[in-house]
């Protein structure tokens, strides 16, 4: 829904009822990601995609059936011989859509939901989404960390809050969305009850250490993929806002410094992906140092010829650096796509990081077999 808050926030104030089509569900090469969601204005305005134009004829239809009786409903749309070109998905792949309106009566807590997203304060909307009982259906419970007070509403008991609460914050904590199946009063062994959990966790970060040429291009395209990104390096006459505009911040600091502190604070979790770009080895040792002994992040990878690469990694090894704290580093950085210019370069780099997060190979994909999707590693 992120991709369409604003327009939905306008409606909502405006006290307007929006059927809203969510992506609750994919299997296969699904086109749109769980989460992904497309709205029917109140003047019939569409708004977003589930699919990328596949089924969106249908999801619109839908909308107005819903907004009209004010019944949601779950539909799988997938491919058929007869109407793959009529409603179904050309691509192979199965989506599952929970239609449903929205307005002020049935979703109050919208406006502060938006407001927490806009803030960068973590949230999470977990709505039922299929249960024997329809009057169950819509529900929704907010969800904040365990140490944000402001938990509301209600899927229908107690212990089916409990339970979803639960698991809720971990995929807050975790930045994933997902459908959970619960038994029909919230029973951790059981079916009956599916529950749609969009997480809105902040942005994940991206650290680029080095104020470089290199480094405006990595942080553009970053900023593109929807990355939190800063900018570090050591020398002020560099590191300056006015050189990295794509950048949040920009930060005059020595990197390994920089590093440490952020993880002392609590701002460098799982999702964080971290580029050395420096190749000198001044700065770039001591970062690596921090950055590779780090539990969980999801990349670190510094730039370099072959040549600085095996001269970084032996400092790293005198410095006390193990073969598995190595293992974990990418370096030379990015996927060899034969890169020159530094935007050719950042394209590189951005491929290896999206390889790594969902188990890609690098590869053409008219070489390979299997899904064009993969599901994460």
Same mark, same amino acid.
């Given at each position: 829904?992120?991709?369409?808050?604003?327009?939905?926030?306008?409606?909502?104030?405006? !006290?307007?009822?929006?059927?809203?089509?969510?992506?609750?569900?994919? $299997?296969?090469?699904?086109?749109?990601?769980?989460?992904?969601?497309?709205?029917?204005?109140?003047? %019939?305005?569409?708004? %977003?995609?589930?699919?990328?134009?596949?089924?969106?004829?249908?999801?619109?239809?839908?909308?107005?059936?819903?907004?009209?009786?004010?019944?949601?409903?779950?539909?799988?749309?997938?491919?058929?011989?007869?109407?793959?070109?009529?409603?179904?998905?050309?691509?192979?792949? *199965?989506?599952?859509?929970?239609?449903?309106?929205?307005?002020?009566?049935? $979703?109050?807590?919208?406006?502060?939901?938006?407001?927490?997203?806009?803030?960068?304060?973590?949230?999470?909307?977990?709505?039922? /989404?299929?249960?024997?009982?329809?009057?169950?259906?819509?529900?929704?419970?907010?969800?904040?960390?365990?140490?944000?007070?402001?938990?509301?509403?209600?899927?229908?008991?107690?212990?089916?809050?409990?339970?979803?609460?639960?698991?809720?914050?971990?995929?807050?904590?975790?930045?994933?969305?997902?459908?959970?199946?619960?038994?029909?009063? !919230?029973?951790?062994?059981?079916?009956?009850?599916?529950?749609?959990?969009?997480?809105?966790?902040?942005?994940?970060?991206?650290?680029?250490?080095?104020?470089?040429?290199?480094?405006?291009?990595?942080?553009?395209?970053?900023?593109?993929?929807?990355?939190?990104?800063?900018?570090?390096?050591?020398?002020?006459?560099?590191?300056?806002?006015?050189?990295?505009?794509?950048?949040?911040?920009?930060?005059?600091?020595?990197?390994?410094?920089?590093?440490?502190?952020?993880?002392?604070?609590?701002?460098?979790?799982?999702?964080?992906?971290?580029?050395?770009?420096?190749?000198?080895?001044?700065?770039?040792?001591?970062?690596?140092?921090?950055?590779?002994?780090?539990?969980?992040?999801?990349?670190?990878?510094?730039?370099?010829?072959?040549?600085?690469?095996?001269?970084?990694?032996?400092?790293?090894?005198?410095?006390?650096?193990?073969?598995?704290?190595?293992?974990?580093?990418?370096?030379?950085?990015?996927?060899?796509?034969?890169?020159?210019?530094?935007?050719?370069?950042?394209?590189? /780099?951005?491929?290896? *990081?999206?390889?790594?997060?969902?188990?890609?190979?690098?590869?053409?994909?008219?070489?390979?077999?299997?899904?064009?999707?993969?599901?994460?590693?």
């Amino acid at each position: 829904m992120r991709d369409v808050l604003d327009e939905l926030m306008q409606w909502w104030r405006a !006290g307007e009822t929006v059927g809203v089509g969510t992506v609750v569900a994919t $299997f296969r090469s699904a086109p749109r990601p769980a989460g992904a969601s497309m709205l029917l204005g109140p003047e %019939g305005e569409a708004v %977003g995609s589930v699919s990328g134009g596949c089924v969106e004829g249908a999801v619109y239809e839908l909308s107005g059936q819903v907004v009209g009786d004010g019944t949601p409903v779950l539909q799988r749309y997938g491919v058929s011989d007869d109407d793959a070109f009529a409603v179904g998905l050309t691509c192979g792949g *199965i989506l599952d859509v929970f239609v449903e309106p929205v307005s002020q009566q049935t $979703f109050p807590e919208l406006g502060e939901v938006a407001d927490d997203v806009a803030a960068g304060r973590p949230v999470a909307v977990a709505t039922v /989404i299929e249960h024997p009982d329809p009057a169950w259906l819509g529900r929704r419970l907010v969800v904040r960390p365990e140490d944000v007070d402001g938990t509301s509403g209600s899927l229908g008991s107690p212990r089916a809050d409990g339970a979803v609460t639960d698991d809720a914050r971990g995929l807050l904590a975790s930045g994933r969305t997902e459908t959970l199946t619960y038994g029909p009063d !919230g029973e951790r062994r059981g079916e009956g009850m599916r529950v749609f959990v969009s997480a809105f966790a902040p942005r994940p970060r991206m650290l680029v250490f080095g104020a470089i040429d290199f480094a405006a291009a990595v942080a553009h395209v970053g900023t593109f993929l929807g990355y939190r990104v800063t900018v570090c390096d050591a020398r002020p006459v560099f590191a300056t806002a006015s050189r990295f505009p794509a950048a949040d911040e920009v930060v005059v600091e020595w990197p390994h410094r920089y590093l440490a502190a952020e993880v002392e604070a609590g701002r460098v979790d799982g999702r964080t992906v971290v580029a050395v770009l420096t190749h000198d080895p001044k700065f770039d040792v001591p970062v690596l140092e921090v950055a590779l002994r780090l539990p969980e992040v999801a990349y670190v990878g510094a730039m370099g010829s072959r040549r600085t690469h095996e001269d970084r990694v032996a400092r790293l090894r005198e410095a006390g650096m193990t073969d598995a704290d190595l293992s974990r580093l990418s370096s030379p950085i990015g996927l060899d796509l034969g890169a020159r210019t530094p935007e050719e370069t950042a394209v590189s /780099i951005a491929a290896e *990081i999206v390889a790594l997060q969902w188990g890609g190979g690098g590869a053409r994909l008219q070489d390979v077999g299997g899904p064009i999707h993969h599901s994460g590693t």
